[in-house]
């Protein structure tokens, strides 16, 4: 049972470039939120996907935009690159509904240049 | 923002010792989740503890939660090497509905010498 995927391990950008990080669920899972993790940092929520729509969003502007396919995975877009960007992007899924554990990838290290 | 804050944010301690960690938090919760992380790795799921409940075990984790000091602890007994990680704790929304807006605490950077 694969867990949740994440490509690619690492990517490194220059400012104003663009990027796509790709997400797979755990199978059976069929919500994916994503998070940015600067160094020495917890966690911040970005967004999340759920049947294909953006349910909830954090503090984050409009230059972060995401995707879920009918096959739940994710995309996670992020535009005009900035250097306070560079950070751990981390996706996880879960069943929709309450108290339900989310399970995480090993994320997408990006370096800006 | 950061809505749990660890307590230590270190702690160093020698294998086969008990290690206790602290979070607090700002705002009523809908349950708490304690997750690890090795260096450089995602986040592993450790535990969840609803509101209503005040302690929680499995394995060697002990859980607490005192939803009227808003707070909850993490106690890892008979430590191993293997422990050796950062801890997070984050809290779930109030009134149930989705999980995704899990805010997370900056973390208790956990070493286990042996």
């Known amino acids: 049972d694969a867990g949740v995927t994440q490509s690619p391990t690492h990517l490194i950008k220059t400012r104003g470039q663009q990027v796509t990080l790709r997400c797979s669920p755990k199978s059976g899972h069929d919500t994916v939120s994503w998070y940015q993790q600067a160094l020495g940092q917890g966690p911040q929520f970005i967004f999340q996907y759920y049947e294909e729509e953006e349910r909830q969003r954090g503090n984050f502007p409009d230059r972060f935009s995401g995707h879920q396919f009918p096959n739940y995975s994710s995309e996670l877009n992020v535009n005009a690159l900035l250097l306070g960007d560079s950070a751990l992007y981390l996706c996880a899924s879960s069943f929709t509904g309450t108290n339900q554990p989310q399970h995480f990838g090993d994320g997408t290290r990006l370096s800006i240049l | 923002s950061q809505q749990g804050e660890e307590d230590p944010q270190a702690l160093s301690i020698q294998e086969g010792e008990n290690a206790t960690m602290n979070c607090s938090y700002k705002?009523?919760?809908?349950?708490l989740q304690w997750y690890r992380q090795n260096s450089g790795r995602g986040l592993v799921h450790l535990i969840l503890?609803?509101?209503?409940?005040r302690e929680k075990h499995s394995g060697r984790l002990r859980v607490t939660l005192d939803t009227s000091k808003k707070s909850s602890s993490l106690l890892i007994t008979a430590s191993r090497a293997a422990d050796t990680a950062s801890y997070f704790c984050a809290t779930g929304p109030p009134g149930g509905g989705s999980q995704g807006n899990l805010i997370f605490g900056k973390g208790t950077k956990l070493s286990v010498k042996p």
């Open positions: 503890i609803r509101s209503n409940e």
């Open positions: 705002t009523s919760i809908n349950n």
